[in-house]
């Protein structure tokens, strides 16, 4: 994937990590938490990618 690819789904799980943990379950919070550190990871990724090319 791409730089740009990495920050889009990245900043969709975020948003969908953020969502979830708003709810009453604490297995959706959970669950909400996980996907939006995925999605911060996923951020990072794509500006290593940026800053060392997309070939990696």
């Keep these: 994937m791409g730089e740009l ?6 900043n969709i799980n975020e948003a969908i990590g953020k969502a979830k943990q708003q709810s009453n379950d604490p297995k959706k919070r959970d669950e909400g938490a996980k996907q939006e ?6 951020q990072f990724i794509g500006k290593v990618k ?3 090319g997309d070939d990696i």
């Design 5 to 10: 690819t990495d920050k889009i789904k990245g």
């Design 37 to 42: 550190g995925k999605g911060k990871a996923q």
């Design 50 to 52: 940026g800053a060392l």
